[in-house]
């Protein structure tokens, strides 16, 4: 059966703005999501650029596939598509969201065994505000994760605070500057698991991840759904007429709601548009190391 949020879960997601939930897939379920996964990187051979499916690692090459993400699955894959509406999935998120939930888009990114790459400090709230923040993602974990293969790391609480701006000489860079807040970084939670564990967090959560150190490598399905009753402020991602297809559960509103939330608008966009990896290539400081990093600590 779907696994229901208990009231000591709810309480913490909203004092947190983060829950890690065990065993949401499990079994054949599990190991039908990994052999998907797997086709679809196979196909990453055939592919020498970043396109509308894969975001490479830098040191991709065709003979030796490195992808970094894919780029909303459920576009491009029927499997995926069908994965954003399982009951597994949706069955916690109505205690957080309520009844009538929209699918928002998603990704899965992989951290390979020690190259995987870091992503820098953000809020996804500066990626795609809404007219109200009850927005959150799911991250399904295809791999057991610990501290050492890159986990989805949070600072617990700062779904309540400030939206932080995530610009670099004038431009959206979808990452934050750590030296310009007053954040305790050494406060952040990795949010780690067995494999088929699933991640809850807030839109508005600081979050962000570190390279992965070790030799095991670390797959994270994220998939983004809001209250059906929230607007995208910077435009759906598909049109409106097409709004009631992303309606995952219950029914489409019969009218926006509107609750007050500081919003910073991701414009001018990013130099390098794409995904976060490229918006974040100009942010002009780093917090977490990069392989090129160690390489040249190492040279």
């Given amino acids: 059966m779907p696994i229901t949020l208990t009231d000591a879960q709810i309480k913490s997601y909203n004092e947190n703005g983060y829950l890690v939930v065990e065993n949401v897939l499990s079994g054949e379920k599990l190991a039908e999501l990994r052999r998907e996964t797997e086709a679809v990187i196979a196909g990453a051979s055939a592919v ?112 309540k605070g400030p939206t932080y701006d995530h610009h670099h000489e004038g431009h959206f860079c979808g990452a934050m500057n750590p030296a310009m807040t007053s954040l305790d970084y050494s406060k952040a939670v990795p949010l780690t698991g067995k494999a088929g564990s699933m991640t809850i967090h807030h839109v508005r959560l600081v979050h962000g991840s570190a390279m992965n150190t070790s030799n095991r490598q670390r797959r994270l ?57 490229e918006n974040q290539k100009d942010t002009g400081r780093r917090f977490f190391d990069t392989f090129e990093d160690r390489q040249r600590e190492a040279g």
């Fill in 221 to 277: 399905l994220l998939w983004e759904y809001a209250a059906a009753d929230a607007w995208p402020l910077v435009g759906p991602k598909t049109p409106a007429a097409e709004y009631d297809s992303r309606i995952v559960l219950g029914r489409p509103p019969a009218q926006i709601r509107v609750r007050e939330a500081p919003v910073r608008m991701p414009y001018p966009p990013a130099p390098h548009q794409g995904s976060i990896y």
């Fill in 48 to 159: 020498t650029a970043n396109d509308d499916v894969y975001d490479l690692e830098d040191s991709h090459t065709p003979s030796n596939p490195r992808v970094r993400r894919i780029k909303n699955p459920f576009e491009h894959f029927r499997y995926f598509e069908g994965l954003a509406r399982d009951p597994d999935i949706l069955t916690p998120l109505v205690s957080l969201l309520g009844p009538d939930i929209r699918f928002y888009g998603g990704k899965m990114n992989m951290k390979s065994a020690g190259y995987g790459a870091p992503v820098e400090w953000h809020q996804d709230w500066a990626f795609y505000p809404h007219t109200n923040d009850d927005v959150l993602a799911t991250g399904i974990l295809l791999d057991d994760c610990d501290e050492s293969n890159g986990p989805l790391m949070v600072m617990p609480g700062t779904h």
